[in-house]
């Protein structure tokens, strides 16, 4: 396959636009299967695709491909071009960030993973299918790591490269009959700090819970979440924090009679949430990357450096995803565009089951499928609960409890957040993002609207 490097000057040399960014992709991957206590697939992928985007008279036509070979570049070179006639001058147009030449590794190979990326953890699911199938269950999951080297060019001398590198595995556990399920996961970007045996030992005793079951009705509780339901809703509140939205009048975050709510005590005391793209073992690309323009993000910013942003700061809302464009347009704003990683602050806080002893009455929650946003203006979601919601009385776990569907805002959510636990490298169930820390949550006033029969 010929360098992206050089596929990508070639097709910025052959650019008749008025502006032009081309950037290349090169990823890798690798997955583990298994079920019903057997590995089932392995295996590796490898995957390149080239995007060029080409501005005319301040309208964007965007074209990618997966096959690009040589004699094929010009042609797709004139279809990005084409792709711009008809279409409106780009509301968000902006200047290409300028740039002074390629980076010292512009030339060097894409990174790449393989199968032995679980060295450490495939010896321990052989031990997992013994001790699942001595105890009557059956175990299902995946596991998967990515690398994606991208290259960034544009024709105002703008070349960058870099490499990102994300994983996750997840596993679920089903009684012989499967009317019972749990489910864990976690992210890791090597996989040599999952703790296989005990993913399992935390969806065995689960199902242990789930012997005894117990009808509860709709309501207001007091619940504990777990890491991977409260990264859910993080990460809804954090897509919805775009600034020009919230000016705009359209969300959660917009002041009544205008303006946006930064500066202003949202959610309880205590909460803080970041995105840096330096996070140790968090660690994503260090600059923007955009194939087209949103509410928060901007096809003009490609290139444009990311550093560390506090989204809240102790309760307090400290920033919205702000382009370039709509902080000139709304006056000076601070540029803070979207990191890929969500970061809840400090390294201190009680463990779940150290939250578990000490709840009078409450229920726990391990996760959350089915998300979708209700109403922007008051950040309503609804969604559903799944694999495992247990009653906690006098600091036990006194069963497994009928599913619900939830009607709550995630803003309301952390504002009545009562306690934090440790944060910890989280996987969501339901938002594709796997690079996220998050806490267990004691939250009071948690909506449980109705029954749901889903399990």
């Given at each position: 396959m010929t360098d992206m490097h050089a596929v990508i000057e070639k097709a910025l040399a052959l650019s008749k636009a008025d502006a032009a960014i081309v950037i290349g992709e090169r990823g890798s991957n690798a997955n583990v299967r298994w079920a019903n206590n057997t590995s089932t697939t392995n295996g590796v992928a490898d995957s390149a695709t080239l995007h060029v985007i080409s501005i005319i008279d301040r309208a964007v036509g965007v074209i990618s491909r997966s096959f690009f070979p040589d004699d094929h570049l010009e042609d797709l070179v004139r279809e990005s071009e084409a792709a711009c006639e008809g279409k409106p001058a780009a509301s968000d147009h902006m200047a290409l960030l300028e740039g002074d030449g390629?980076?010292?590794?512009?030339?060097?190979?894409?990174?790449?993973?393989?199968?032995?990326?679980?060295?450490?953890?495939?010896?321990?699911?052989?031990?997992?299918?013994?001790?699942?199938?001595?105890?009557?269950?059956?175990?299902?999951?995946?596991?998967?790591?990515?690398?994606?080297?991208?290259?960034?060019?544009?024709?105002?001398?703008?070349?960058?490269?870099?490499?990102?590198?994300?994983?996750?595995?997840?596993?679920?556990?089903?009684?012989?009959?499967?009317?019972?399920?749990?489910?864990?996961?976690?992210?890791?970007?090597?996989?040599?700090?999952?703790?296989?045996?005990?993913?399992?030992?935390?969806?065995?005793?689960?199902?242990?819970?789930?012997?005894?079951?117990?009808?509860?009705?709709?309501?207001?509780?007091?619940?504990?979440?777990?890491?991977?339901?409260?990264?859910?809703?993080?990460?809804?509140?954090?897509?919805?924090?775009?600034?020009?939205?919230?000016?705009?009048?359209?969300?959660?975050?917009?002041?009544?009679?205008?303006?946006?709510?930064?500066?202003?005590?949202?959610?309880?005391?205590?909460?803080?949430?970041?995105?840096?793209?330096?996070?140790?073992?968090?660690?994503?690309?260090?600059?923007?990357?955009?194939?087209?323009?949103?509410?928060?993000?901007?096809?003009?910013?490609?290139?444009?450096?990311?550093?560390?942003?506090?989204w809240v700061r102790n309760g307090v809302l400290d920033a919205l995803i702000t382009t370039r464009h709509w902080a000139e347009r709304s006056g000076g704003s601070a540029v803070t565009p979207f990191v890929p990683n969500l970061i809840f602050a400090g390294n201190q806080g009680p463990s779940t089951e150290e939250m578990i002893a000490r709840t009078k009455r409450g229920l726990l929650v391990t996760c959350f499928w089915y998300i979708r946003l209700v109403d922007p203006q008051s950040g309503l979601l609804t969604g559903l609960t799944r694999d495992g919601v247990y009653l906690v009385e006098d600091g036990e776990v006194k069963g497994a409890v009928n599913n619900f569907r939830y009607n709550m805002s995630p803003v309301q959510m952390f504002a009545n957040a009562i306690e934090i636990g440790r944060p910890e490298p989280t996987l969501p169930r339901e938002f594709e993002f796997a690079l996220t820390r998050m806490p267990a949550l004691r939250v009071r006033d948690f909506h449980m609207s109705s029954v749901s029969d889903a399990t």
């Open positions: 390629p980076p010292g590794d512009w030339e060097a190979p894409a990174d790449q993973t393989g199968i032995n990326v679980f060295d450490e953890v495939t010896p321990d699911l052989a031990a997992m299918f013994s001790r699942a199938g001595e105890h009557d269950l059956r175990t299902f999951g995946y596991a998967e790591h990515d690398t994606t080297t991208i290259w960034l060019g544009t024709s105002t001398g703008l070349r960058l490269r870099d490499t990102k590198a994300d994983g996750k595995i997840e596993c679920t556990a089903k009684s012989a009959d499967l009317s019972r399920s749990a489910w864990t996961g976690r992210v890791s970007s090597t996989f040599t700090d999952v703790d296989l045996k005990r993913m399992f030992e935390r969806v065995e005793q689960r199902l242990s819970w789930s012997d005894r079951t117990i009808e509860m009705p709709p309501g207001r509780y007091e619940v504990i979440l777990e890491p991977a339901a409260t990264a859910d809703m993080a990460l809804y509140a954090y897509v919805m924090g775009s600034a020009r939205e919230a000016d705009e009048g359209r969300t959660v975050f917009s002041k009544p009679g205008g303006g946006n709510r930064i500066g202003e005590k949202l959610y309880a005391d205590g909460v803080t949430i970041y995105s840096d793209p330096t996070e140790p073992g968090f660690e994503t690309l260090p600059f923007s990357v955009a194939l087209g323009s949103s509410s928060y993000s901007s096809v003009f910013d490609n290139g444009l450096p990311l550093r560390r942003t506090d």
